[in-house]
């Protein structure tokens, strides 16, 4: 469920590095990058697919990176799976502003739900050059 609750900017930081803390954070390996496919012919889904969004013109599936096509951005992808019962509300405003600031970089998530493993996840892409420097930040923050 959603948490709604009032709070200082303070008591939200706080809290929210209680959450990176708890959640468990995996770094995915290799490049990563989006196809994209007409919204009458959706993609298909294979072991290697992340996600997959639309809007009303394409379909958008987050994938490993395989071909020669400097046009693709390329992305290095990392993910929390949180523990159910914890107020992570505010978290991926919190997070993307902790990054923006420290690399001057925007950042794309993609949520999901797992109740049998806690509930929400997030999938976090950023430029692949930027992904060992955004982890870095992200470690900073759990150990804080």
Not at 99 to 117: D, H, I, M, P, W
Not at 132 to 137: G, H, M, T
């Amino acid at each position: 469920m959603v948490s709604v609750s009032r709070e200082t900017a303070e008591q939200t930081d706080q809290r929210l590095r209680r959450v990176i803390a708890q959640a468990d954070l995996v770094v995915h390996n290799g490049v990563w990058c989006f196809e994209e496919s007409p919204v009458d012919q959706p993609p298909v889904l294979t072991s290697e697919t992340l996600a997959i969004v639309r809007d009303q013109q394409v379909w958008s599936r987050l994938v490993p990176f395989n071909r020669d096509d400097d046009s693709v951005e390329r992305f290095g992808i990392f993910s929390f799976h949180f523990p159910g019962n914890v107020d992570n509300s505010g978290f991926v405003g919190w997070l993307a502003t902790h990054l923006k600031v420290e690399l001057g970089t925007g950042v794309f998530v993609v949520c999901g739900s797992n109740r049998a493993s806690g509930g929400i996840y997030d999938y976090w892409g950023c430029p692949i050059d930027l992904l060992d420097q955004a982890v870095a930040v992200v470690e900073m923050l759990r150990a804080s």
